[in-house]
């Protein structure tokens, strides 16, 4: 089952401590608005391919593989069948979509007429498939790949110039099926250990800290309300109340110290969670030793990262401690 991103979860949780009148705030809600559609396409696109009935341990989702090259290649959907292997590029992109070349680009005209440009699905999904290609060359893997660029949007309308095809998700069970019964090239048990073989490539490429990086300042570092967008109100008790919504409840501490580890840092000492948080020393280290983080020991000191494959989140994007 495709994961929540946790990027996406960091964005929307950096979002809430920004000032809404930034410049910054108004790009980075756009990128939180383009990675939701995405992870909403490619989880409706999950839901088709389930009902093909292919096994589960046949599909890969979001591995990224790294090339000299290129850098980090992510693929959305792989799908080993018994003739050749399926690379799914998902867009969830409505309206009219028009390729245009020279520069190679996706065009989509809105219903209100709002024109808006994207990058060539195709170059996207011929790289893709040549990156994969290699790989299985490479471990003398003879199943080709085939790449399909699927539409997720349910109101978008492709006028693709003749030869490039292109799949609504409706259309994947009749797709993975012809692909498993034509021409077979490797067993059920073959496929499976060849999907298992790609899931050890996945190099996963790590965003974090995302403020450092896109260099934000003047954040907000205090608690978020876990009702509202609100900020919790700073007290010396461990129950608190929201300065919005007027909720109580119980100062989020794990929560943020997650913050930290996806916002501002990569590692965090005790001595600096004190600061942080704004409790004792003894509250620190048991806060650091419970959650999802990780003790490293050195000559100098001790800190502690964030295990980020030890991160749990619901397919709402909630955190689950």
Known sequence: ???????????????????????????IGEQERAMTFGWLGERRVDQFVARSGIHPERIITNLTLHQPTVGAVQL?????????????????????????SAPARLKRTAADGVIQYFGCPYTQLTNATAVLSRRLDSHRISLPVEGALILAAKNSEPKFPKGHQAYFPSELPGLIHRANNESKLVN???AIAIAAYLRRLHSPFNPFPLASSRELTGLYHGSLCSLCDGHLRIGSTRKT??????????????????DYFLIWGDTLTSRQCEAYLGVKGTKAKSLLRSGPFIRHLSSHRTYYTLDY?????NSNGKLML
């Open 241 to 258: 109340d929201c300065r919005k919504c007027g909720a109580s409840q119980w100062m989020p501490y794990t929560e943020n110290l997650i």
């Open 188 to 190: 059920n048990e073959d």
């Open 309 to 313: 494959s030890a991160v749990r989140l």
């Open 76 to 100: 959305d959907t792989i799908i080993v069948t018994n003739s050749r292997v399926l690379l799914l590029e998902v867009k969830n992109i409505h309206g009219t979509l028009e390729l245009e």
């Open 1 to 27: 089952m495709r994961r929540f991103p946790l990027e996406l979860y960091g964005i929307r949780r950096m979002l809430r401590r920004m000032d809404e009148r930034s410049a910054d705030y108004l790009e």
